[in-house]
């Protein structure tokens, strides 16, 4: 049975029976040709037999394996690589078919290559998650045919692998390299001039030429009966959170990823980037109901708690509940603290409904909203009107990007900040708002 399942006729095969068929066929006006037709038939079987033995001949002639890393990285590039290895003593054509996760919907991988005798071949290929969760890839299935190319024999490896896509960690790798080396204006990213003072208090030492006189501390100059100043450093350590809606609004999906998924992913690049920068970062999620909810703390290896976190967040469809919101921030973030708040309004309604909430977390809080632009609206928009409908359709689109823009006026009027940003540039300007923050003293 284990022989029948790993036997495949090569479509070469088909073609041999047909020109014996056509053979057949033409003997029918030329009788002479009929015994050449069965000539060709038993020398068709004899390849049979001889191709069975060539490939069944060996046993566990040929070793493959596919070689997945722990986690993937959603909406990135991830490379997979597969290792080939022909141990038969001759030349073999392989087929590779590669079953992959079902969240791809892929079903025609294939990868053909040839393999000397006791040669080892090594390939990779790519996938892109756009959902997070547990992907499972199949069967590694590899088809080896001799030069012959009558049949094929199946070998099977590596049935049902796990793997989990956790949010974006390869954009987070790749902002935390480039603060680190100080290069952010290469991909977008404003490096702002500090201003004036900050308020952390260092130590008092003694008053050298160039420091300021508005340091100056008289009560230490009386003691001390010589010029005393106080020394100040920057502000580090200041709370962060990153607060993301779950509800509806977060599922509208833009290049086949959630508003929610683009939502997590910033998050994570951004936390790490403040923790580089000494801050304390903290995660919260709402939609009807708190979900999520972790303190700010400045320490590195939280960022795998905040990764595991982001991990389990999911879409809710259920209208977000800001009350709450507040309610939870209120009790539970005491200090002052920088509040990114991910959610999207499609309507200026919708925002004026929430705006008392928002305009309540404002007062103590640096509150940044972040809404998103529908980018197919821009696309629209930027296209001739054709034809009446396609008028209607533009004019409709241009009301709701204005709408977006009327948001924006409206926060700012009522002194909250705000983010209008494509999907895909969401990481880049939310880093530079914050750097703009930090910059102007504003927390």
């Given at each position: 049975m284990k022989f029948i399942k790993s036997l495949y006729i090569h479509k070469q095969f088909y073609i041999y029976l047909a020109v014996i068929s056509v053979c057949f066929l033409v003997s029918y006006w030329l009788p002479l040709l009929y015994a050449f037709s069965w000539i060709l038939?038993?020398?068709?079987?004899?390849?049979?037999?001889?191709?069975?033995?060539?490939?069944?001949?060996?046993k566990n002639a040929i070793k493959a394996r596919r070689i997945l890393p722990d986690k993937l990285s959603n909406s990135d590039d991830n490379s997979i690589p597969l290792t080939l290895s022909n141990y038969y003593p001759f030349t073999l054509y392989i087929d590779v078919i590669d079953e992959l996760?079902?969240?791809?919907?892929?079903?025609?991988?294939?990868?053909?290559?040839?393999?000397?005798?006791?040669?080892?071949?090594?390939?990779?290929?790519?996938?892109?998650?756009?959902?997070?969760?547990?992907?499972?890839?199949?069967?590694?299935?590899?088809?080896?045919?001799?030069?012959?190319r009558i049949v094929k024999r199946k070998y099977q490896f590596q049935n049902e692998q796990m793997v989990p896509v956790y949010p974006s960690f390869i954009q987070m790798q790749k902002y935390d390299f480039l603060a680190i080396g100080n290069h952010l204006t290469q991909i977008g990213l404003k490096k702002i001039r500090r201003i004036g003072h900050t308020s952390e208090f260092e130590?008092?030492?003694?008053?050298?030429v160039g420091d300021d006189y508005r340091t100056i501390n008289w009560k230490a100059t009386a003691k001390r009966a010589q010029l005393m100043v106080n020394q100040f450093q920057d502000e580090k350590s200041q709370p962060i959170y990153s607060i993301i809606d779950t509800g509806r609004v977060m599922k509208m999906p833009f290049d086949g990823l959630k508003l929610l998924d683009y939502a997590i992913n910033s998050a994570l690049a951004f936390s790490n980037v403040a923790l580089k920068k000494h801050d304390k970062v903290g995660l919260l999620s709402f939609s009807k109901n708190i979900e999520t909810f972790l303190p700010a703390i400045h320490k590195i290896t939280y960022l795998n708690k905040i990764l595991e976190a982001l991990y389990n967040i999911n879409t809710q469809f259920t209208d977000s509940d800001y009350g709450l919101l507040y309610a939870q921030i209120k009790r539970k973030v005491?200090?002052?603290?920088?509040?990114?708040?991910?959610?999207?309004?499609?309507?200026?309604?919708?925002?004026k409904r929430q705006l008392p909430y928002l305009q309540a977390i404002s007062k103590k809080h640096m509150l940044v909203v972040i809404l998103f632009e529908n980018t197919e609206l821009e696309t629209l928009i930027s296209t001739n009107a054709e034809d009446l409908q396609s008028i209607y359709h533009k004019t409709i689109a241009e009301k709701f990007a204005y709408e977006k823009r009327l948001m924006v006026k409206e926060l700012?009027?009522?002194?909250?900040?705000?983010?209008?940003?494509?999907?895909?540039?969401?990481?880049?300007?939310?880093i530079n708002k914050y750097l703009e923050i930090k910059a102007r003293g504003l927390l």
């Open positions: 038939v038993v020398f068709l079987a004899v390849l049979f037999i001889t191709d069975l033995l060539l490939l069944y001949r060996f996760p079902i969240q791809f919907q892929k079903r025609d991988f294939s990868y053909k290559t040839i393999l000397k005798p006791n040669q080892n071949h090594d390939f990779t290929y790519e996938v892109r998650p756009v959902e997070r969760g547990e992907y499972v890839f199949g069967n590694l299935n590899v088809y080896t045919s001799s030069k012959l130590q008092i030492k003694e008053y050298v005491t200090h002052r603290s920088l509040l990114l708040l991910y959610t999207n309004f499609e309507h200026i309604s919708a925002l700012q009027k009522h002194g909250i900040q705000s983010i209008l940003t494509a999907p895909e540039e969401l990481t880049i300007n939310t």
